[in-house]
């Protein structure tokens, strides 16, 4: 079975600051990887997702997510945060055959002005 | 295009009483999911229905939980009787195609508050 490691519970960046979310995820095949933010009272929103072709993917709000195959990585980058980029943020992991995507515990971003 | 659909966004309600979640799905959408998120657990996949046709309900925590879909556009989750335990935000997802590469979306969740 898939399972997906984020290692901060909580991250704390200046604005302005860039941003890398780290994630770590175990499965025996390439996996289809999604990173998902949630703002408080919200559900959550897809930023990006990976399943083949080039590592470096773009997504919304201007984040991006790099794959690495022998670090079984996928963490989530962004070049400048904004005060409104303050949510909890989820990577996920689906693998072929399944249907339901196995989530990471979350990282909680916090913006200091 | 109208999103996932969820309510009641709140429910609070005392133990013993039985709880109704309720879910639209995304027009078009073929696939449906129903998560549980706590502090303790994260996000857990409860059930979910392919074509209204459960496929997997192993997440379902006890046999007090149970899930329908009627049609392509409406489904519950329902607890009876509901516990303290099962105080949490659940959200229901949908989704469009058989490929596991598809992303789901999300409703903004109910929070249930058992007392």
Known sequence: AQSVTQPDIHITVSEGASLELRCNYSYGATPYLFWYVQSPGQGLQLLLKYFSGDTLVQGIKGFEAEFKRSQSSFNLRKPSVHWSDAAEYFCAVGAIGADGLTFGKGTHLIIQP | ?115
């Open chain 2, 1 to 115: 295009d109208a999103g996932v659909i969820q309510s009641p966004r709140h429910e609070v309600t005392e133990m013993g009483q039985e709880v109704t979640l309720r879910c639209k799905p995304i027009s078009g959408h073929d696939y449906l999911f129903w998560y549980r998120q706590t502090m303790m657990r994260g996000l857990e996949l409860l059930i979910y229905f392919n074509n209204n046709v459960p496929i997997d309900d192993s997440g379902m925590p006890e046999d007090r939980f149970s899930a329908k879909m009627p049609n392509a556009s409406f489904s519950t989750l329902k607890i009876q009787p509901s516990e303290p335990r099962d105080s949490a935000v659940y959200f229901c997802a949908s989704r469009k195609g058989t490929r596991g590469n598809q992303p789901q979306h999300f409703g903004d969740g109910t929070r249930l508050s058992i007392l």
